[in-house]
């Protein structure tokens, strides 16, 4: 069972550059998510998908770009990374947007922006 | 403005010992989740709430929808409990969710 499947796990960047945080669930989830954690801070939405070619914005979405081609992908796209970037990204995915589920959350990717 | 405020920030407790983590909420939600955070990172969903009390081995966890409150407990506390619990909310008619920013538990042996 893979679940929810994070890629980096780490991963450092320079000012300016891009870069894409896969996110991958095999669980026919329609309802998939990106957020950031902060410390100090709790967890944030960025952005979010009810199905395949459905996004939304979350409560952070500035610099990043998502796209829901297919049920299972899940990518955030960051087009050029700036410092307050940095943070740790975590996907989370659950059955339906309108059923109630629980979340299930990737392993999280530790992004340093230099 | 936070959505979500949750209590105690930090919590030390003697292994046995019963433990209460408080959250409140201000805006009207469709579901309350209670998350339990690794010391390595990961996230696990415990809880998920609309109504009443749900219980799952020696947790606990109760909602107060009318008082907009939510309380996690843990019996019979371990160190194994040791995390960060988090609380979360579905916003109603929405697909927004917002979070605590998480109780630090510790249980000493």
């Known amino acids: 069972n893979a679940g929810v499947t994070q890629t980096p796990k780490f991963q450092v960047l320079k000012t300016g550059q891009s870069m894409t945080l896969q996110c991958a669930q095999d669980?026919?989830?329609?309802?998939m998510s990106w957020y950031r954690q902060d410390p100090g801070m709790g967890l944030r939405l960025i952005h979010y998908?009810?199905?395949?070619?459905?996004?939304d914005q979350g409560e952070v979405p500035n610099g990043y770009n998502v796209s829901r081609s297919t049920t299972e992908d899940f990518p955030l796209r960051l087009l050029s990374a700036a410092p307050s970037q940095t943070s740790v990204y975590f996907c989370?995915?659950?059955?339906?947007?309108?059923?109630?589920?629980?979340?299930?959350f990737g392993a999280g990717t530790r992004l340093s922006v230099l | 403005k936070n959505e979500v405020e949750q209590s105690p920030q930090n919590l030390t407790a003697q292994e046995g010992e019963f433990i209460t983590i408080n959250c409140s909420y201000s805006?009207?939600?469709?579901?309350l989740h209670w998350l339990q955070q690794h010391p390595g990172g990961g996230i696990v969903s415990l809880f998920m709430?609309?109504?009443g009390k749900k219980k799952h081995g020696r947790l606990i966890a109760t909602i107060n929808i009318q008082e907009k409150h939510s309380s996690l407990h843990i019996t019979a506390s371990h160190p194994r409990d040791s995390a960060v619990y988090i609380c979360?909310?579905?916003?109603?008619?929405?697909?927004?969710?917002?979070f605590g920013t998480g109780t630090s538990l510790t249980v000493i042996p």
């Open positions: 989370a995915s659950s059955y339906s947007a309108g059923r109630q589920g629980i979340q299930y």
């Open positions: 669980m026919n989830h329609e309802y």
């Open positions: 998908s009810v199905g395949a070619g459905i996004t």
């Open positions: 805006v009207g939600i469709s579901a």
């Open positions: 709430l609309s109504s």
């Open positions: 979360a909310v579905r916003s109603k008619g929405g697909n927004q969710f917002y």
